[in-house]
């Protein structure tokens, strides 16, 4: 067999998209033309998420793979400020503070990690912590000339739908909170303002289905 079919097979598994397709068909019975689709891009405005759905709290861990599930009860009732996240401190610190990346606490945090034998978002070594950081400043100006975010579909790791960017979880009122992934260009996009923020729909609740705001949410990807 191909070795690229083999990778594609692979991956396809990794990111659970059997599961995801089920998962569509079961939510188009259930919903109609209201129903999520999983990986979907939607569009958000960076400004509008200021909470993050606080698993700690809530008890329970919502993953890439479970994108597109609706899930009801109170999970996103369990909610902190997305300003206390590392990342986008950090962020501040960087582009609206001028400071460099090695003064900053997800550099420094990141460093302690590689120093106990661990290689935090795949960098082993100091200097590809430096490598990243390089390349998520040329990210930074690039969003700020072009005036907003690439999709994860425009990018060279480029997969299904969104899946792999900004990961949002959808709340019973329709407002968004910040998953656990894509913390760094999410930060890009609050500090640039950005009023269309591509991202990968993580779990929603059926309140907001029945209501349209998911589907609202869809529509402005289209």
Same mark, same amino acid.
């Given at each position: &067999?191909?070795?690229?079919?083999? #990778? ?9 998209? /059997? $599961? ?11 919903? %109609?033309?209201?129903? /999520?689709?999983?990986?979907? *891009? ?6 509008? @998420? ?10 329970r861990r919502f993953r890439r793979q479970d994108s597109g599930a609706v899930i009801g009860g109170d999970w996103d009732q369990f909610r902190s400020d997305v300003e206390a996240d590392t990342k ?5 610190? $960087?582009?609206?503070? %001028? ?8 550099? #420094?945090?990141?460093? *302690? ?18 490598? $990243? ?26 997969? $299904? =739908? ?15 909170? =910040? ?13 640039? =303002?950005?009023?269309? &923020?591509?991202? #990968?729909? %993580?779990? @929603? ?6 209501? %349209? ?7 402005? *990807?289209?």
């Amino acid at each position: &067999m191909d070795i690229s079919v083999v #990778q594609s097979v692979r991956r396809a598994f990794e990111a659970q998209v /059997p $599961r995801k397709v089920v998962r569509d068909l079961y939510n188009r019975v259930r919903f %109609g033309d209201l129903a /999520p689709l999983s990986d979907a *891009a939607i569009f958000v405005d960076a400004e509008t @998420v200021v909470d993050r759905y606080d698993h700690d709290r809530a008890g329970r861990r919502f993953r890439r793979q479970d994108s597109g599930a609706v899930i009801g009860g109170d999970w996103d009732q369990f909610r902190s400020d997305v300003e206390a996240d590392t990342k986008l401190v950090s962020c501040r610190m $960087r582009y609206e503070g %001028g400071a460099e990346w090695a003064d900053t606490p997800v550099y #420094q945090r990141m460093l *302690a990690e590689i120093a106990r034998g661990h290689d935090p978002d795949g960098c082993a070594t100091e200097t590809a912590l430096q490598a $990243r950081y390089a390349e998520l400043d040329r990210i930074f100006e690039e969003t700020r000339k072009r005036g907003r975010l690439l999709r994860a579909s425009e990018t060279p790791q480029a997969y $299904r =739908r969104e899946h792999g960017g900004i990961f949002l979880h959808v709340a019973r009122d329709g407002t968004c909170l =910040r998953g656990g992934g894509g913390a760094h260009r999410f930060a890009i996009a609050k500090i640039l =303002r950005l009023t269309a &923020m591509p991202a #990968q729909i %993580g779990v @929603v609740h059926p309140q907001a289905v029945v209501d %349209g705001q998911v589907a609202r949410l869809m529509a402005a *990807a289209a």
